[in-house]
């Protein structure tokens, strides 16, 4: 099966004057069709960049980032958007909802972009708002929402037209324990039954149990081992590595 992403010997270097810093060291990276991956490390070792190379909005300096088979490196200034629209959608921490329009309108503003427009765009934002279980809410504005729900809102909004992939930075930060709970049951789910490749940037110990896989990154690049992102067996390799006090993994544990 092709990778929804692949990402092989991916640098990124910033040029400041005479300076050159170098943020991303030959990393190679798969998000496969199906699977949540939990991308963890402190803050500076390289995740944002990764994630934002990953979809399309950051060039990578060298490497190749193949999405759907297709080779971002070869498109044009004009191809990489349609690429992003088709194929990626995006959830961030601060839900990114516009305030002044309800629900429905936000997630049919996405549609929009992806040139899904009147009575199809209105039912297939219905549709999605099922999808999150948020049906209710379709002629409700932001402020009337829970941040849970908002979150919700904003997978819902991503889910528009389908993408290949969702990345996620860091999607329960902002969340109660329970709300981040539902909101990575939902994206797991999404994942499984619907063949997506998701990616969750988090430092949120209450996530672990919801990610096929966990990539640690250190200075740039991918440490080893990867990790599995359940059981006690898992939880001990990620405290091993750095990745989580034993505090952490303790409750993380207690609450799987």
């Known amino acids: ?27 190679d990276f798969d998000v496969e069709q199906g699977e949540v991956v939990l991308l963890m490390g402190p ?34 200034e004009r191809e990489l958007p349609e690429i992003r629209l088709q194929h990626i959608g995006f959830v961030f921490q601060g839900f990114n909802l516009f305030p ?8 049919e503003l996405a549609l929009d972009l992806k040139r899904i427009r009147g009575e199809r765009a209105k039912q297939e934002a219905r549709k999605l708002l099922d999808q999150v279980e948020l049906a209710a809410k379709y002629d409700s504005f932001p402020a009337d929402l829970s941040g849970g729900q908002k979150q919700r809102v904003a997978i ?22 329970q709300s981040g709970r539902n909101v990575m049951e939902m994206m797991r789910d999404l994942a499984r039954k619907h063949g ?51 505090n952490s993994a303790e409750h993380a544990l207690r609450i799987c």
């Open 1 to 27: 099966m092709q990778a929804a992403i692949s990402v092989r010997d991916v640098t990124k270097v910033y040029v400041e004057g005479a300076n050159k810093i170098q943020v991303l060291h030959g990393v």
């Open 43 to 76: 803050s500076g070792s390289g995740k944002t960049t990764l994630l934002s190379i990953m979809g399309c909005i950051l060039r990578a300096t060298s490497g190749s980032v193949q999405i759907a088979g297709q080779e971002v490196a070869k498109l044009s």
């Open 100 to 107: 002044t329009l309800t629900v429905g309108e936000n997630i």
């Open 156 to 177: 819902a909004r991503a889910l528009a037209g389908s993408p290949r992939v969702i990345l996620a930075d860091e999607p329960t930060a902002a969340l109660d324990s």
């Open 196 to 246: 997506r490749g998701v990616v969750v940037v988090t430092h949120d110990s209450r996530v672990l149990e919801f990610g096929d896989r966990i990539v640690h990154m250190e200075d740039g690049r991918i440490a080893e081992p990867e990790t599995e992102a359940s059981g006690r067996k898992g939880m001990a390799e990620v405290v091993s590595m750095g990745l989580l006090s034993t």
